[in-house]
């Protein structure tokens, strides 16, 4: 793992900040949790203290709060939030099914959903009927013979007196309710209820009819009649809330006071729900502030949707709900029940905007802190390649640099460059004593050496020699020729680099200096065969005509060395775009793994046989010399046909 991503996993660590910003948003959510309700407490228990004894506000009368503390009750109708329009359909009535009433009569069932709103006091009946039957278009208030089903609607008037009034159409549509009334002599007139409206619309089942009846028409009774006949003028049968004998009014009605609805709105606040139930947990009115928008403003960022899928537990509850206990004036008895609900918009929202800036804080530090890690550790990674590339680079063709790159540097990395300097400086020095430790050697070597050699001649021009002691003499003469030419040798990488420093450039055509070389190596070289690859047009470059034959003889030598007698060597001169190659090829062994990569160093040879010729390996060392000298390089390469190795060199034009 590099060093550049182990510093950019360690920075990684810095989003444990956010985490724990989560962490302690949770504490601060639950702590302002606790706090809201303890104030939401207050608040119940004092809208409650100030409806104590107020049973004239939470019902119509008293009767309706003595019915209200029995166990069950007919009719109580919802608090609307809207009226709805009387079109005889259900789209603007709420969806609550516990709240319908049900009366059945074989197969036939009437639903009574009731709601006020207003002062007003709702009624949608649903009647499951296989058989509707309008009334006759020309039939008569009292013609029975025209008669289709009606809906009759019985209820007690303030005074207790018993009301009724019935719906009766010829179609869909709007109906108006009306009565009978017995004037003298007993004779009975039918007329509009003009404050009693409805609409009557047929159904897959039956028929739905939906009535708005005044509160102040209304005591503590109510009722409805289905008037169910299965053809006109046919007998009727009666069955719902009412008796079917006396239309008697049997439903008991619970309706809250209308003042109470305006009294809850006055405690109203964005984001609070107010409801206030009988007892038995009869809803009498309610006042919603929970879809208001919040007064402080809801904040929906992007970021703040994407806090809270971390922050919110799956499951968890959103809203506050407590209830208090309305008492009558001597607390002896509980009249009613306050139910405060609170969404959690409130502290959700103070939670998110500190969450928000304590997050954005966070990750904006985190972020920074990311990319001053990754910088630092580009740029530490930039100095350690330096250093790497340097070290890689430090033994050169030329030698051991002296300099290292960073050892300016005040830090850890510039002690080791300092190191690594000084290191190179002692490892340059002793190079260079390598380098001329051959020339020294032979200029020690040479004055014995003549000595010896002069000795052995003197020793050669006495006479008297006896015959035993010649062979050694032979051996010792011998041992100075070998001898001899190890100094030459020696001497001879130096004299080259010393020829290349004073060396002239003149113009060389390469194609006819080739030629006669090779002429040369036939003669020098008679158990080995030449072959020539030159181009038809000349071949001109600037450079040294004697060390490029010097460097060629050094190739041939080696070619020899490697090949087998009668082996054909190849001389090969081609052109690139910017340089002449120089190649020769000859079969032999392939070039082994290990020395790919040194031929062409100084004093290094990967010779294995034995022959009686000195070999220090500066003969490629010296035609990488001659090749760098004429703007080139030089490489080696195995045969891919056969086995056998191809040395080619390179020369600027």
Known sequence: ??????????????????????????????????????????VAETIASSLQGRDDLLYRSASALELAKQERFDLLPLPLRSAPYLDGYADEWP????????????????????????????????????RLVFDAPDAGPLNSAGFGDRIWIGFEDFDGAERQVFFSATGAGAVQ???IETRELGEQFV????????????????????????LSMLGNRFGVLVDDRDERGALATSYGTLRGDDLHTQGRLIAASPELKAYLDQFLQPGLRLTVSTPQGGVLASADGV???MEFGEDRGIL??????????PGERRMLEIPASIYDRDRANVIGTLQVVQSADRWLTLRDRALTKLLNFTLFSSAIAVLATIAFAAWLGLRLARLRRASESA?????????????????????????????????????????TLAGKLAHEIRTPLTIVRSSLENLESEGGVPAPARIYLDRAREG?????????AMGAATRVEEAIQNAERTTVDLVPLLEAAVASYRIGFPERQFATRLPPEPVIIEGAADLIVQMLDKLIENAVDFSPAGATITVRLRLEAHAAVLEVENPGPRLPPEARGRLFESLWQSRSGHDSRPHFGLGLYIVRLIAEFHGGRAEAHDLEAHSGARFAVWLAR
Request: hydrophobic share 40%.
């Open 1 to 42: 793992m590099s060093l550049r991503l182990k510093l950019l996993l360690m920075s990684l660590l810095t989003l444990v900040l956010p985490w724990a910003g989560c962490q302690y948003a949770r504490e601060m959510e639950t702590v302002l949790r606790e706090a809201e309700k303890q104030s939401l407490t207050a």
């Open 95 to 130: 969806d609550q099914p516990s709240a319908w009433k049900h009366f059945a009569n074989g197969t036939d069932r009437l639903s009574i959903l009731t709601g006020i709103h207003q002062r007003m006091l709702y009624a949608l009946l649903d009647v499951r009927d296989n």
């Open 177 to 179: 309710a009306r009565r």
């Open 191 to 214: 007329v509009d209820e003009p404050r009693i409206h409805g609409a009557w619309q047929p159904t897959e089942h039956g028929y739905r009819v939906e009535l708005r009846v005044p």
């Open 291 to 293: 879809a208001l928008a």
């Open 304 to 313: 703040t949707r994407l806090y809270r899928r971390f922050l919110d537990r």
């Open 395 to 435: 033994l050169t063709r030329e030698g051991l640099i002296t300099t290292f790159p960073e050892a300016h540097a005040s830090d850890e990395l510039g002690d080791v460059a300092r190191s690594f300097s000084t290191l190179l400086q002692r490892l340059n020095e002793y190079t260079g004593y390598l380098r």
């Open 480 to 488: 100075s020729e070998r001898l001899n030419a190890i100094l030459v």
